[in-house]
DNA sequence: TATCCTGATGCGTTATTTTGTATCGATGAA
DNA sequence: TTCATCGATACAAAATAACGCATCAGGATA
């Protein structure tokens, strides 16, 4: 007996997972327990309806009651308008990557201070992880990484830096402008399939 | 403890009874108790997340997690595109009127079978309860109705009909072209407003 | 290595929902 | 009037959500 709130659950778990927010973390913004949500999340237990709103409050986002014929109308909106900043997807082993990345930017801008290219690096990764790359796309981001990873206490660190934020870039620029002209091949977002 | 899922709550109301739906027509769709939903309903209880996604379905609508940021623009797609068909707004004195009429109508299309005129007459009282009126446009549909309850019975009947479909067309329209070029007043969905 | 944080899990208790059944007053229809 | 249906309400029983706290293993960090 659950199965119809499956699809709005796992969509808060990817949002809050895109968003980097721990399960405590987001216990406490929408004053709920960490216990409680993560039998939420993992299906052991149904919340009611103001827990869930919590939960989804907490995380920005917000519940809307939608005439289901306008459902793919708003979906799609949704899908396009949140894809240069959302679209979801998260538990993918490049999360790894991307985390480890993100902390190693972190890590630099400590060492050396903040840089507009480090911190153009930074948020171009934030967003570069909540897109679904292809594989030559996820290689590319790969070897800049590792770039960045093998000069980073060098005295070269600036200009290698400067060099991998205009690649990243550039890469990004590519995939937003694909994002708007171009269908879109699978999503995990909506999952409405109804009985 | 509540008042989050309020705004929610209160739009599935709205929507059933602009649906025609009684309680216990919807508690066997959804699956639930009337007792039940008299309760999520006047607010004394809170309904589990399932619950309330079983009313939801059994209603046409669907519970959909949007970003915040995101949220105007649903709202206007929501409101300019169900504005011909939905637009809320319930439990009005103007209802029981509305609700006469329409049994009016139907007693005529009784009595002398059914007519072109009274299946627009019909048609357009169903849209124009769900609009939410001016003044003087409720006026001049009360006077419609009253003239068509006057002569209901009189062997003017049929040209009288015909006239008070051709008037009700013609306010149909001129609120249909407004709904779409101008921003409307103020409504009942929506409601948000966050602490 | 030791430390910290993540999410998952267990358990006892309390609070609340949900069901089921039954009734009520109001309202409209025959 | 009589009859049906509307929504609201009552009450007991069963189910389950929610809390609180404590613990766990995994992974990353230092």
Redesign the interface.
């Known amino acids: 007996?659950?199965y119809?709130?499956e699809s709005?659950i796992a969509?808060?778990r990817e949002?809050r997972e895109a968003s980097g927010v721990s399960q405590r973390a987001l216990s406490e913004r929408a004053g709920l327990t960490q216990s409680h949500i993560s039998q939420i999340e993992s299906g052991k237990m149904?919340?009611?309806?103001?827990?869930?709103?919590?939960m989804?409050?907490a995380l920005?986002?917000?519940?809307?009651?939608?005439?289901?014929?306008?459902?793919p109308?708003?979906?799609s909106?949704?899908k396009a308008?949140?894809a240069p900043?959302?679209h979801i997807h998260a538990g993918q082993p490049n999360d790894k990557r991307f985390a480890r990345a993100e902390r190693l930017v972190k890590k630099m801008k400590h060492l050396y201070g903040s840089s507009a290219d480090l911190d153009r690096i930074e948020e171009t990764l934030r967003f570069l992880r909540r897109v679904s790359l292809g594989d030559q796309e996820m290689q590319l981001v790969r070897e800049l990484i590792a770039r960045l990873e093998r000069y980073q206490a060098s005295d070269q660190a600036a200009p290698i830096a400067r060099e991998i934020a205009q690649n990243l870039q550039r890469l990004r620029n590519s995939i937003a402008h694909r994002a708007i002209s171009e269908p879109r091949p699978a999503y995990s977002l909506d999952g409405?399939d109804?009985a």
Chains 1, 2 share one sequence.
């Open positions: 007996m659950s119809q709130s709005l969509q808060t949002v149904e919340p009611g309806l103001s827990s869930f709103i919590d989804t409050r920005d986002l917000e519940l809307m009651l939608v005439p289901k014929r306008l459902v109308a708003v979906l909106l949704v308008q949140a900043d959302m409405d109804d």
